[in-house]
Every structure is written in C-alpha cells, then in structure tokens.
C-alpha cells in the first residue's frame, strides 16, 4: 500500500475524485435506497463512477462506503453486512485506481447524537472498527472520516481507525457560516476546535468538505491555517453554493470557474483538493490542469 503523507511530500498537492451520490442517483439509485448495497448489486456502476475520476487526472479516489456504518445500515436491515459491503466498496475503487493511484476509505457521520444518549460510545466505536478493518481488508491507503459535525463522534471515528489499522487517517467537518459571519458545524464546533480535537487522537491529514464553495473554504482554510501551520489540509468543496431551480438543487460552478480559483485555495494553504456536491470528471479534469499549471 501507498502513503499519502508520502505521496504529497513527492507532489505538493494532490487531486481528488467528486461526486459520488449525484451519480448513483443518474445510474438509478432510487430515493430510500441503500447507496452501500449497489456495491454487490450493481458494482459496474460503482466502478464506472471510480473510474471517471481517474480518467479525469485524480490522484485520489473515494470509495462507496459514506453510509457504511452499522447504525446507517441498520435503516435498511443491512448492519449485518457492514464488513461485506465496505470491504466490496474498497476492493471496487481499488480496481479502478489501479496500482498508481490513491485510495481513501470514506467513513461518514452515523446520523446518531451521542449527547442525545441514541446510542453508546461504545457500539458507535465498536461500528467504527468494523467498517474500517473492512475498508482495509479490500485495499484502501487511508481512510477518511468525512462529513463530520460533532468532536465526539469524530474522534471515536478516528480512535477506531487508528486502533484497528495501521493506516494513515484524515478527517474533514462540514461548517456554515453563521450570521456573525463565523464558520461553526451545525454542532457549534469552530475550525480551531476542530483541529486540537481531532490532533489530540492522532490524525494525520485535517480539512473541511461539502456545504461550501471555493470562496467560503479558502476563508477556512486560512483559519486552519492560522492555528495549524504544517497539517496537510484536505478540502473536497461544492460546485459553489447551491441555488433551487424547479424544487432542485443545482449548483452553480462550472468547471472552469472552480479552476479558476485553485491558486488561491492552494495559496491560503491546501493540499489535497477534490470535489463534493455538484461536482463532476469535467471539474476534476480542470482543477488538474489548473494544479499543472499553477
């Protein structure tokens, strides 16, 4: 297996994948239906989305794993299968990465409050392991716990991840800019606390994804930055901030003017740079050329 610590002191900056789910949907994944399953069910789907985002340049991809945790798939009477279908979610991405290209395992927020007493730190931790020892088993170089909203459930993420692989760990929090014009989660958590918490339990890359555009994450970045100078930061950003047309959301960013703004995201001091809603191979292909060139 690769490093990616490794492989961004070889390159500087790295290239990740974009959308997943906006592409399921496209391929027939219904409303209410289980996104992790498609991994047995229609694996050349999953496979042919993967494989976009390295036809595209990617040095990064993803795997079809976001909801893989035991409390997600319990919705669908599926947290049976946990290891099975995040193991199959790796191995797909795996295939499609070949051997030149990076895997990241993803690990998403189990839509349960601990604070809330919905569930134990112990079965949420126990989930954690299981899915990660799985994503490990099928052939991911890392792991990342994405999405995140609250320290408590992060950190249990990372905790699992660490004490049940050996593989390098990153972790990004999805913030809002709040009327007093600061950036918290929906849990109130600050981009500076999110840092000490996560470095407190041994993650290796920080960052921030979804939610955003290019504009409010090079404003959060900078603020890492401010209290984290050496991390390596990841940022997966939105095609802009979304607008509804028609009851849907679309999302205004076209390639070119996501590429445009590359140079100051790298600027204000991010290192690995990939897409989330909205996003596509055609703004992945550009933000390559743009890192080329920049």
């Known amino acids: 297996m690769s490093s990616l610590l490794t492989a961004l002191k070889n390159k500087k900056i790295l290239v990740s994948d974009g959308a997943w789910g906006t592409f399921l949907h496209q391929r027939g994944l219904q409303p209410g239906e289980c996104p992790e399953l498609w991994n047995i069910t229609h694996r050349d789907d999953v496979f042919a989305i993967a494989k976009s985002y390295i036809d595209a340049g990617a040095d990064i991809i993803l795997t079809n794993s976001f909801g893989g945790s035991p409390s997600k798939l319990e919705h669908y009477g599926l947290q049976d299968r946990t290891a099975e279908l995040n ?35 112990e079965a949420l931790y126990d989930g954690f392991c299981i899915q990660a020892e799985a994503l490990k088993k099928g052939g991911v170089d890392a792991l990342c716990i994405e999405t995140m909203s609250a320290v408590d459930e992060a950190c249990l993420a990372i905790r699992a991840a660490r004490e049940t692989t050996d593989l390098e760990v990153a972790c990004t929090f999805t913030f809002e800019k709040t009327v007093s014009g600061e950036y918290r989660t929906m849990m109130g958590v600050s981009p500076a606390e999110m840092v000490q918490a996560v470095k407190e339990v041994g993650v290796s890359i920080i960052g921030t994804n979804c939610g955003n555009g290019f504009d409010q994450m090079i404003d959060i970045v900078q603020e890492i930055r401010s209290i984290d100078p050496i991390t390596p930061i990841l940022v997966h950003a939105n095609a802009g901030k979304p607008v509804f047309q028609d009851g849907k959301a679309v ?16 600027k204000s001091g991010a290192n690995i740079i990939g897409g989330c809603c909205g996003t596509t191979p055609a703004h992945i292909q550009g933000l390559v050329h743009a890192i080329r060139v920049h």
Request: charged share 20%; aromatic share 2%; net charge negative.
């Open 251 to 266: 999302f205004p960013e076209t390639p070119e003017k996501m590429a445009a703004k590359v140079g100051e995201l790298i």
């Open 87 to 121: 193991k199959t979610a790796a191995a797909i991405s795996r295939e499609a990465a070949g051997v030149d290209h990076l895997v990241l395992g993803s690990i998403g927020p189990t839509g349960v409050i601990l604070m809330m007493g919905e569930v134990s730190e």
